[in-house]
């Protein structure tokens, strides 16, 4: 490749580090590097840039970093065609942030680099103290005016790898400890930090250093010319013609008329993804085919990825069939696409996309219900589909459209998918792939390959790019190709390093993508899409204002915010427009206005902003306070937990009898939506099962299911009447022996016999919520909960899977039971408290089942639910609502020190008491010895609620007061 458009830093030389005698050459192989012995490295020579972070914990002054190559082997300097492979940082101070010197990412970038084994990177560290004096009873400070390279101002060190273990550049970002002088050898510095106490390297403070080392060519321009670059013309053939033609458009406008019946089948192709942020790794596409309800049809749709495409434009070659399955006139296809955070290293959701999989034959509309009798053509052909930066709206029914107007999209990212009819055999039946040989394939049409973006074959009219985006796109395009088997090393733990065969990177990138599914996924920065280059600078312009209250003259003025000194910029330019007047400098140090920020360090906002606390986790907190006794022996608390359990469980007559009496309700349920009787005017959009029995999580004695109906109309008691009558009369048609009862309640009905109750709970759409009228329809509040049922269900469903938190919830919901400290935690905070207990840990792996329930009491001890804790965020919820705030100051004081007597009788060895196999519940109200010498009393109450305000007696007018 050549990158001629590319500004290079050209290096100033470093003083050569004092001769020493060289080793006598060891006699190897001719294929073995010189020094090392092992196989050397001759690869053609490619650009490798550092980017310069910041210096943490060093001394305050200025400082300036030098940046020297050494060869191991012979202590001396790399030399590169442009000079020595050396350089000098600009001076930074440590004026911002307390204990760092802010680089502020300076890029250095050494053009044909032929990396060895043997080449060690050392930086040197000079400064300059910082000297405080004092000036007419001020404190003025102030630093040495010496050269700043001076020898004496150097004070510390440090050295990193250029290669790594598998014989590529050390790419990626990086943490160099600094150490205290003097500078040994190059020779003498192991590559492993493991080593460095053994050589006698003493640490220089607790100072580092964070740099990053990539190989990914020149920085990108964000001009809309023609390229002069000249790309490597072994990569992909669609790679060449993405920076001339980025986004093709292809529109599709003749109606497909081809009806799609029943017995016909169909492929779902996963292809490709182009344009992703720049922070993704390795990537995976997950998905469904749902109906409009979100009920799943088929398989499930999950892709590998291809180790030779690029990270930011991959290649997923993904099929999956779909056969003889019932599949409704409103299916769509919905995905989400997964990546390893570059940053953070989080499994992170991109985002989601969504496709109609049929259209009303003649138009180019999605079905919009699944009345019978509606002729659909199926939607095929290639499809460029934009990626939505959240999940549609779970109280809509799914479709195409709940995307597009409720979210925002990933700038310039979009997905290629295909659809495509399956052929028929020769008995008239779909071909399916287990039938067919390989060979045959392509021959029969069973499976056709990727075409190439450029063959503009992708229908992309719902995914046209802005002006904006264009710019971006072009940018985006200038990112220098990175195969998957080498981006893998961005987010690797050190053992993908020794990866050689493809199946072993493939099964290693599939364990990072699925080895952390059990916990809650982080959804994707949409501002991190291409990273600032400070080289090309921003532009901010105030354009207009409307609407002012005034008609007087008018001022707009710009202020960074943190100030100008955090970039370290001597004048900064505001541009003013119109009325506002020419441009003026502003020093870094002045402020356009009378703002409460006076210095360049943020110092927070005149109004108070409430900051949340976290309260004290013993297993989040692990590092910093080590243990100093032995750990519990939790054999014993994990075997009486699960005899605990087993205990909890209903039975499997009373499971078999819930079962049987839900399938019946859901059956008729189903039926009504499908085929409203003659005259019936209780319409239903959907039915959900919810609640404990939908969850796994029941507890014996209490076999009831929930299950929500959504109602397009607006509930009234007789209707909820009318539909239990219906359940009931067809229940008795189905089993004339089922003694079936209906009660109608506040929020729905329950529909019961002797051995089961199905709790029927009425809503109906949020759009009707506004209409109700509370002399004629149901209650509000309880139809919300009910709509938020769902929410939760669906939640749990995707999060909350694990065996180990349906158990731990089964018993958190015994101990709400027996304890009335700890009754007002509702099913839904349970199920938060559960999941955070069990999957919210470091090693991100789900703990022990007694650690899990010896760790809520302890959260719930440390204040978890108290006022101003941190505590567990809604996931349901638009914004930030904390779980714990529907609870009332008295109920969260109760939750807390009914914990705390339970934690403490627990660390006693009282644990039979606590999780009920032992039924005395008298522990949290009195006195109980343990040991036969440690006395627990109960926890009081810390909560004074305020008092009453005293009313004033009244003054009757007609008498007369007293004077005195």
């Not at 749902?290 to 690029?310: A, E, F, H, P, V």
């Not at 059990?518 to 080289?535: A, E, R």
């Not at 089942?849 to 567990?872: D, E, N």
């Amino acid at each position: 490749m050549s990158f001629s458009n590319t500004s290079v830093y050209y290096p100033a030389p470093a003083p050569p580090v004092p001769a020493t005698p060289k080793p006598p050459s060891p006699v190897v192989d001719p294929g073995l590097d010189e020094y090392t012995g092992v196989p050397s490295i001759h690869g053609d020579p490619v650009p490798v840039t550092f980017t310069l972070k910041y210096i943490k914990n060093a001394p305050r002054g200025e400082a300036h970093l030098r940046l020297t190559v050494y060869k191991k082997s012979t202590n001396d300097i790399v030399s590169l065609p442009q000079g020595p492979f050396s350089y000098t940082s600009k001076t930074v101070l440590s004026n911002h942030m307390e204990n760092y010197h802010m680089f502020g990412k300076e890029m250095i970038r050494f053009d044909d680099v032929s990396p060895k084994s043997d080449m060690l990177a050392m930086v040197r560290l000079y400064l300059k103290p910082k000297i405080v004096v004092y000036r007419d009873n001020e404190q003025v400070v102030r630093t040495d005016q010496n050269v700043i390279l001076d020898d004496e101002k150097l004070v510390a060190w440090g050295a990193i790898a250029l290669m790594n273990h598998s014989g590529d550049v050390n790419i990626g970002t990086h943490t160099v400890p600094l150490y205290q002088m003097p500078i040994p050898q190059p020779s003498e510095i192991p590559f492993e930090y493991t080593n460095y106490a053994k050589s006698g390297f003493r640490r220089f403070g607790s100072a580092e250093l964070q740099l990053s080392i990539s190989t990914l060519g020149s920085m990108p321009r964000l001009d809309e010319g023609e390229s002069d670059e000249e790309y490597d013309p072994n990569l992909p053939s669609d790679y060449s013609d993405m920076l001339e033609r980025p986004f093709i458009l292809n529109s599709r406008h003749t109606p497909l008329t081809e009806p799609f019946s029943a017995s016909d089948g169909f492929d779902i192709y996963i292809d490709a993804a182009r344009f992703l942020p720049d922070t993704v790794t390795i990537t995976r596409v997950a998905g469904r085919v749902l109906d409009r309800r979100y009920s799943k049809i088929g398989q499930d749709i999950s892709t590998n990825i291809n180790i030779d495409s690029d990270i930011y434009n991959p290649v997923y070659d993904y099929r999956c069939e779909f056969r003889a399955q019932a599949v409704p006139p409103s299916a769509t296809l919905l995905v989400k696409l997964y990546t390893i955070d570059r940053h953070n290293r989080q499994l992170t959701v991109i985002g989601y996309s969504a496709l109609n999989i049929f259209v009303e034959s003649g138009t180019l509309r999605q079905p919009a219900n699944d009345a019978y009798g509606t002729q659909v053509s199926l939607n095929s052909g290639g499809h460029q589909l934009r990626i939505y930066h959240q999940a549609p709206d779970a109280l809509k029914p799914l479709s195409v459209n709940n995307l597009p107007e409720e979210h925002r999209y990933i700038p310039c990212a979009s997905l290629l998918v295909r659809i495509h009819k399956t052929p028929l055999g020769n008995d008239g039946r779909p071909l399916e792939a287990q039938f067919v040989s390989k060979e045959d394939y392509t021959r029969l049409g069973l499976v056709i390959n990727r075409p190439e973006y450029s063959s503009g074959k992708y229908i992309s009219s719902n995914a046209i790019p802005t002006s904006g985006e264009n710019k971006m796109m072009r940018a985006m395009a200038r990112r220098n190709f990175l195969p998957v088997r080498q981006g893998l090393s961005l987010v690797a733990d050190g053992k993908e390093k020794k990866l050689g065969l493809d199946r072993e990177i493939e099964n290693s990138i599939r364990n990072q993508l699925t080895r952390l599914l059990d916990t809650q996924p982080v959804d994707h920065i949409i501002h991190h899409i291409t990273p600032y280059i400070p080289q090309f600078g921003l532009k901010v312009a105030c354009d207009a204002a409307i609407n002012l209250p005034w008609t007087r003259f008018t001022h707009a003025m710009m202020l960074l915010n943190p100030p100008g000194a955090f970039y370290y910029c001597s004048i900064l330019y505001l541009e003013m427009r119109g009325r506002g007047g020419p441009t003026q400098a502003l020093r870094p140090n002045q402020s356009p206005v009378n703002n409460y920020q006076n210095t360049s360090r943020y110092s927070g906002s005149q109004t108070s902003q409430f900051v949340p606390h976290l309260p004290f986790d013993p297993i989040l907190c692990d590092a910093v306070f080590p243990r100093v006794s032995p750990m519990f022996d939790e054999n014993t608390l994990n075997q009486a937990l699960l005899k605990r359990n087993q205990e909890l469980t209903p039975s499997t007559t009373d499971q078999a009898a819930l079962l049987a009496l839900v399938q019946k309700v859901q059956t008729i349920l189903d039926n009504i939506v499908l085929a409203p009787p003659p005259g019936w005017d209780v319409v239903i959009e959907e039915v959900r099962q919810v609640g404990s029995h939908k969850k796994q999580t029941m507890v014996a004695g209490h076999n009831v299911a929930d299950m929500v109906a959504v109602l397009r109309i607006l509930p009234t008691i007789e209707a909820v009447g009318q539909l239990g009558k219906k359940i009931s009369d067809e229940v008795q048609l189905m089993d004339k022996h089922d003694m079936i009862q209906i009660r109608i309640t506040d929020s729905g009905c329950e529909i019961w016999n002797p051995m089961a109750t199905v709790n029927l709970l009425i809503t109906t759409a949020p759009t009707n919520l506004r209409q109700l009228d509370k002399d004629l329809h149901l209650d509000y509040k309880p139809m919300v909960q009910s709509m938020a049922a769902i929410r939760h269900s669906r939640w749990f469903d995707e999060n909350a899977t694990h065996s180990s938190i349906k158990v731990l919830i089964r018993l958190l919901k015994d101990l709400t039971n027996r304890f009335v400290g700890l009754s007002p935690l509702n099913p839904w905070i349970i199920d938060l408290l559960a999941h955070y207990c069990i999957m919210n840990n470091p090693n991100h792996q789900p703990l022990g089942l007694a650690i899990s329930y010896r760790r809520c009491l302890q959260l719930l001890s440390a204040g978890f639910f108290l006022p101003g804790s941190v505590g567990i965020l809604d996931p349901c919820e638009s914004g930030n609502v904390r779980v714990h705030t529907t609870l009332s100051l008295e109920q969260q004081d109760m939750v807390c020190y009914t914990a705390q007597t339970l934690l403490r009788v627990l660390a006693q060895g009282g644990y039979k008491k606590v999780i009920g196999l032992d039924p005395d519940t008298s522990i949290a109200k009195s006195l109980s010895v343990w040991n036969q010498s440690v006395v627990v009393s109960p926890s009081v109450q810390a909560y004074e609620p305020p008092a009453e305000p005293e009313e004033k007696p009244q003054i009757d007018n007609d008498q007369p007061t007293n004077p005195a």
